[in-house]
Nanobody, 119 residues
Framework: QVQLVESGGGLVQPGGSLRLSCAAS????????MAWYRQAPGKQRELVAT???????NYADSVKGRFTISRDNAKNTVYLQMNSLKPEDTAVYYC?????????????WGQGTQVTVSS
C-alpha cells in the first residue's frame, strides 16, 4: 500500500505560477509511474502529466509548454510546476502512483489539492 499526500494548491491570478508536491510513503516499488490528474467541477478526471521512475515524461496537450513534472526519487516526491496558469486550469489536482507494469497492480491516489485560477 502506498500513501500519497499532495500540497501546494491555492488561489493564483491568471498568468501566475504554482508548484504542487506529492510525497509518497509505504511500499514503493522502484519501477513505477507517478502522475498528476485533475478534475474540474462537472467534468471527468483527466490526465495532466506522467513521469516514470526513469524520468520519462508525458503531458496533456492543454498543458504542454506551461507545466513541468519532475521527481526526486530519494525523497519519493513528485512535483508539478505550473506556469502561465489560466482560469481553465482550475480544478482539484490529484497525485497517482502505479507500479510497473501498468494495469497489473492497483494504483494509489492522493486526497487532492485545490487549484483556483482567478482574478
Amino acid at each position: 500500500q502506498v500513501q500519497l499526500v499532495e500540497s501546494g494548491g491555492g488561489l493564483v491570478q491568471p498568468g501566475g505560477s504554482l508548484r504542487l508536491s506529492c510525497a509518497a510513503s509505504g511500499s514503493i516499488f522502484r519501477g513505477n509511474v507517478m502522475a498528476w490528474y485533475r478534475q474540474a467541477p462537472g467534468k471527468q478526471r483527466e490526465l495532466v502529466a506522467t513521469i516514470t521512475s526513469g524520468r520519462s515524461t508525458n503531458y496533456a496537450d492543454s498543458v504542454k509548454g506551461r507545466f513541468t513534472i519532475s521527481r526526486d526519487n530519494a525523497k519519493n516526491t513528485v512535483y508539478l510546476q505550473m506556469n502561465s496558469l489560466k482560469p481553465e486550469d482550475t480544478a482539484v489536482y490529484y497525485c497517482h502512483y502505479e507500479r510497473l507494469p501498468l494495469g497489473v497492480h492497483p494504483g494509489s491516489w492522493g486526497q487532492g489539492t485545490q487549484v483556483t485560477v482567478s482574478s
